[in-house]
C-alpha cells in the first residue's frame, strides 16, 4: 500500500504484497503472479462499514493492485462482501451505494473513478496508470516502511505522503538517502505541496509556522527569512536545496518551484557535511513532472493591494515517459498592510529530470528577484537601561519611503546517480548560486518606555557565491544474521561574501518613535550616488571539506537499526581586509579546524507501527558574522563544536501519526549584548527539550498538523560566570503550533472546506541578564477552500485565509538582541485552475 500525489492531489496505492528486490531497488511497484481481476474467483470475507479499510482488505484477499484519489473514499461506507467472486465482481459490490465506479487497466490493476468527482479532473474515459507512481517500497497512509530504503531513490520524487497528504511518511537524510518516519533515528517533518498550495506560502518561512520547534526571528516585511530551532539560530544561508548548500536564496527562498520542505532537528553533521547549524536542517526538494500532463495557473490577491499569478506546467517525455520538465513562473507586486512597505518578486525556475533503469539524472535553474520600498529592519534594538516597550502598532512602519533593498539571485544544481548493481548506487550532485543585494535601510535603538528611538540609515551592497560539490556510494548486503546499508560521501562547500571597499557616504542619524514614527523625505538622500554591489572585492570565503561513513546494521527483519559513523570535517573560515583606505585582498584573519565528528544512532520497532529511537551526534560548525549594527561589525569567529543527545518515540495509528522527543543540545553562545553592542561567540548554551507532534488525517475529513514543544535553554557557562544558569535571550519555554482542516458533509457543501491555525509563543528574555523581557503573543488564522468542476471539467480551488484575525500586535521574536514585530491582519485570495 502506498500513497502518491499527484498533480498535487494525494493517491493511495493499494497492493497486495510486498515489492520484489529488483522492483523495490528500481524504487517502482512489482508484484507476484495474481488472479485476473476478471477471470477466477477469489473467496472474500468483507465485513459492513467503512469504505477505506474495505478496499484495503480487498486488495489483500483478491490480489488486485488498486490505485485512486484518496478524496473518493473519503466519508464512504459499504455494505460488505462475503463468499467466492471474481475480483471485480466483488468490487462492485463493494461500491454499490458509494457514487463510485471503477476501470480496469491490466489484468491485475484496477482504478475508482467518479464521472462527478473533479479532484483529478478525470472523466470516466480516463484512468490512472499504476506505472507511473514511484512508490519506493512505503505503505500509504502509513509511516511505517520495510526497514531500510533500497540504495536508490534521492532523484525524482520523494518519499510519498501520509494519510491527510500534508505530511511526508519520510524525508531524505543527506547520504542516507530516503528513509521513512519510523524508521528514522532522529525527528523529522517533510511538509508536501499540498500543504504548501493549501495555506497560501509566499516563502519558506510560512512553510516552517508548522512547526513548533520553528520560529522566525525576521521581520515579516524585511528582506529576509531566519529561524530558530530547538532556541538555536538558522538562518536562511544554512538552507539546503536538494541536499546542496550555500545553493538556496541566502536571504529568502520563495516555494513556487519547491515540492516538499523537510525539517531535521538537531545537528546534521555526518548526513549533510557539517555545513548545516546545531539547531537543524531545512533541505528543499524541488518539484518534477509526474507522468500525467499538468497546466495549472494560480491568480492570487493578497492585502493590502498585492496581486500575484503563478504557473505552473509539467510535462513527461519519451516511449517510458523518462524525461521530465516541470516550470514555474510567477510574478507579485503591489502595497502590503505595513504602512509605505510595497514588494515586488519575480520567479523562474526550471526542473528537468531523466529517469532511466539505471541511471537518474536532474537539474535545476532557478531566478529570483525581490525588490522592496520600506522595508523593516532586523537588527532593532532596546538600551539595556529600560525595560522593554510594548509592540508597536503592526502597521506602523518606521521605514522610510526612500529606502529599499533590491535583490537578485540565479542558481543552477544538478544530481546524478547510476545503479552499478542492483543494491549498489553511484551518485555525484553541485550547484552553483550567485546573490547580489543593494539597499539603504534603517534601524533603530529605542532609549525610552514612551517609544523614542535613535534611527540609523545605513548601505552594505553584497554579493554572495556559492559552490558545492558531492560524491558518494550508498550499498546494502547482508554478512551472515547482519543487513548492512553503507554509505560514504565526499563534500565541499565554499561560500564567498563580496561586500565593503568603498568610502561610505555620510547618512542621517535622526530620532524618531517607534509609535509615531518621523520619516525622511524622498530625496534627502541622494541614491544614485550609494555603491552597488557588483564589483566590491572579496571580504570573506567561507570552505568546508568533509568525508563522512556511516553503516546501518539490521538485525530481526529491521526491527533493530543501527547506524554507526562519523564524518571528519575542516572547516576554513577567512576575512579580508575592505576597509576604506587600506590594501583590498590583504589577509585579516584565518580560523582553520578540523576534527572527526562521530555520530552514534539507533532504532528500535517492537511492531510496524512503533519505534523507539535516540541518537547522540557532534557537528563542527562555522559560527556567524558580527552584524553590521555591532560595533565590532563584521568580525569573524573561529568554527565551533556542538553536540546533542536525543531519545524519542513515534506510534503511527494508521490514518493518524504521533512523535515525542527529548533532547539536549550544547553550542557556544553566540549574542550581541545590548549594553555594549558587541557581538562575541562566547560560554555555553544548553538547550533541553521535549517535543510532542500529531499529523495525519484521524476521521475521514478532519486533517490535523501541529504539536507543542518546551524548551528550557540555559547559558551554563558565562563570561566571568557573570550569568551562569539564566535563561538563554529568544528561547520561549512554550512553542504551540495546530493547524487542522474540516471537510463540510457533500449534503451539506459538496468540496467546501474550512481551515483554521493557532500559534503561541511564551514570552522571552531580550537580554542575557534576564532583566528585559517581551509577553507572550498568539495568533489566529482561518480560512475555507472550496473546489468544483470547471466548464473544461478540470478542477477549480479557490482558497481563502485570513492571518493573525484579530490584529494583534506583538512583539514576534527577541532573538540574538534583536525585536521583530509581528505582521498585521493579511487577507489572502486565490483562484487555482487546471487546464
Given amino acids: 500500500m502506498a500513497g502518491v500525489a499527484l498533480a498535487g492531489v494525494s493517491l493511495l496505492v493499494l497492493m497486495p504484497a510486498a515489492l520484489t528486490p529488483r522492483a523495490q531497488a528500481e524504487g517502482r511497484a512489482a508484484l507476484p503472479a495474481a488472479p485476473d481481476a476478471a477471470g477466477e474467483t477469489v473467496s472474500l470475507s468483507i465485513p459492513v462499514g467503512p469504505l477505506e479499510p474495505a478496499l484495503v482488505s480487498f486488495t489483500e484477499q483478491a490480489k488486485v493492485k488498486l490505485v485512486y484519489a ?90 510519498v505522503p501520509y494519510a491527510g497528504g500534508q505530511v511526508a511518511t519520510g524525508a531524505r537524510l543527506g547520504f542516507l538517502g530516503n528513509r521513512s518516519v519510523l524508521t528514522t533515528p532522529f525527528n523529522v517533518t517533510g511538509y ?5 498550495a493549501d495555506q497560501q506560502a509566499r516563502s519558506l518561512a510560512d512553510v516552517v509556522l508548522n512547526d513548533p520547534s520553528v520560529r522566525n526571528d525576521a521581520p515579516a516585511f524585511s528582506e529576509r527569512d531566519s529561524f530558530f530551532i530547538r532556541g538555536f539560530s538558522v538562518t536562511n544561508l544554512d538552507t539546503a536545496f536538494d541536499g546542496l548548500f550555500y545553493l538556496a536564496n541566502p536571504r ?62 509539467g510535462r513527461r517525455f519519451g516511449p517510458s515517459k523518462e524525461w521530465g520538465v516541470r516550470a514555474n513562473a510567477s510574478y507579485r507586486n503591489g502595497d502590503t498592510p505595513l504602512d509605505k512597505n510595497a514588494i515586488e518578486v519575480g520567479v523562474a525556475t526550471l526542473g528537468l529530470d531523466y529517469r532511466g533503469e539505471r541511471l537518474r539524472a536532474s537539474l535545476d535553474l532557478v531566478h529570483n528577484t525581490q525588490n522592496i520600498t520600506a522595508p523593516t529592519s532586523l537588527f532593532n534594538a532596546v538600551a539595556p537601561t529600560i525595560p522593554v516597550p510594548r509592540a508597536p502598532n503592526n502597521r506602523l512602519n518606521t521605514a522610510s519611503s526612500l529606502e529599499y533593498i533590491d535583490t537578485r539571485y540565479n542558481m543552477a544544481a544538478g544530481r546524478a546517480e547510476y545503479d552499478i548493481l542492483p543494491d549498489t548506487t553511484l551518485y555525484a550532485a553541485g550547484g552553483v548560486s550567485r546573490y547580489n543585494e543593494d539597499f539603504l535601510t534603517s534601524s533603530y535603538r529605542v532609549t525610552s518606555l514612551t517609544g523614542q528611538a535613535t534611527n540609523t540609515l545605513a548601505i552594505q551592497p553584497q554579493e554572495i557565491q556559492g559552490l558545492t560539490g558531492e560524491v558518494g556510494l550508498r550499498t546494502k548486503f547482508r554478512t551472515g544474521f547482519l543487513g548492512h546499508f553503507v554509505t560514504v560521501s565526499a563534500v565541499e562547500a ?29 530625496g534627502s538622500v541622494n541614491t544614485a550616488l550609494l555603491p552597488r554591489s557588483d564589483n566590491r572585492p572579496l571580504f570573506t570565503e567561507l570552505s568546508a571539506r568533509s568525508v563522512g561513513l556511516a553503516d546501518t546494521l539490521s538485525l530481526g527483519e529491521d526491527r533493530f537499526l543501527l547506524t554507526l559513523g562519523g564524518r571528519f570535517q575542516e572547516i576554513d573560515q577567512q576575512s579580508y581586509v575592505t576597509a576604506p583606505g587600506a590594501t583590498l585582498g590583504n589577509l585579516a584573519s584565518n580560523y582553520q579546524r578540523g576534527r572527526f565528528s562521530p555520530a552514534l544512532a539507533a532504532v528500535f520497532r517492537p511492531t510496524d507501527t512503533l519505534s523507539f529511537y535516540g541518537n547522540y551526534i557532534e ?101 566571568g560566570r557573570q550569568f551562569d544558569g539564566n535563561v538563554a535571550p529568544g528561547v ?20 467546501l472546506t474550512l481551515t483554521g491555525r493557532a500559534i503561541y509563543t511564551s514570552g522571552q528574555f531580550y537580554n542575557q541578564a534576564n532583566t528585559q523581557s517581551v509577553p507572550d503573543w498568539t495568533r489566529f488564522d482561518a480560512g475555507l477552500r472550496y473546489t468544483f468542476e470547471g466548464a473544461s471539467g478540470k478542477p477549480v480551488t479557490i482558497r481563502a485565509v485570513v492571518e493573525n484575525v484579530f490584529d494583534n500586535s506583538y512583539w514576534a521574536s527577541a532573538a540574538r538582541g534583536f525585536l521583530a514585530v509581528g505582521a498585521p491582519r493579511t487577507v489572502i485570495v486565490s483562484a487555482t485552475m487546471d487546464f
Fill in 494 to 522: 565554499n561560500n564567498r561574501n563580496y561586500r565593503g571597499g568603498f568610502v561610505a557616504p555620510v547618512l542621517p542619524v535622526f530620532q524618531t518613535n517607534i509609535y509615531d514614527p518621523v520619516h525622511l523625505a524622498r
Fill in 252 to 313: 529568502r527562498v520563495f516555494v513556487e518551484g519547491i515540492e516538499r520542505v523537510e525539517i531535521l532537528k538537531g545537528p546534521t553533521a555526518l548526513l549533510s557535511g557539517g555545513t548545516g547549524r546545531v539547531g537543524g536542517t531545512i533541505n528543499l526538494i524541488p518539484k518534477r513532472a509526474y507522468d500525467e500532463p499538468l497546466t495549472r495557473l494560480t491568480t492570487t490577491y493578497l492585502s493590502d493591494a498585492q496581486v500575484w499569478t503563478h504557473a505552473d506546467l
Fill in 192 to 196: 508536501t505541496e499540498t500543504l504548501i
Fill in 732 to 751: 520561549p519555554d512554550v512553542a504551540l503550533n495546530l493547524y487542522g482542516e474540516v471537510d463540510l458533509p457533500p449534503w451539506l457543501a459538496p468540496g
Fill in 619 to 719: 557537528a563542527l560548525e562555522p559560527t556567524a558574522l558580527a552584524p553590521v549594527t555591532a560595533i565590532n561589525a563584521n568580525e569573524v569567529f573561529p568554527p565551533a563544536v556542538s553536540r546533542q543527545k536525543e531519545f524519542g518515540a513515534k506510534y503511527d495509528f494508521g490514518t493518524v501519526a504521533v512523535t515525542a522527543s527529548l533532547f539536549e543540545i550544547e553550542q557556544p553562545n553566540a549574542f550581541t549584548d545590548p549594553a555594549t553592542r558587541r557581538f562575541s561567540v562566547s560560554g555555553l548554551q544548553r538547550n533541553r527539550g521535549l517535543e510532542l507532534s500529531v499529523f495525519g488525517e484521524p476521521v475521514p475529513g478532519v486533517r490535523l498538523l501541529g504539536g507543542v514543544t518546551f524548551l528550557d535553554g540555559r547559558l551554563v557557562n558565562t563570561a
Fill in 70 to 159: 484518496t478524496d473518493l473514499t473519503r466519508a464512504l461506507t459499504t455494505t460488505g462482501v462475503t463468499g467466492e467472486f471474481r475480483p471485480l465482481e466483488a468490487l462492485g459490490r463493494l461500491l454499490e451505494g458509494t457514487g463510485l465506479s471503477y476501470r480496469r487497466v491490466s489484468p491485475s490493476t484496477v482504478t475508482l473513478v467518479n464521472p462527478r468527482y473533479a479532484q483529478l479532473g478525470a472523466t470516466p474515459e480516463e484512468t490512472v496508470r499504476l506505472d507511473e507512481i514511484v512508490v519506493e517500497g512505503q505503505p500509504a497512509g502509513r509511516a511505517a516502511a520495510a526497514g531500510l530504503p533500497p540504495p536508490t531513490g534521492t532523484v525524482g520524487q520523494p518519499p
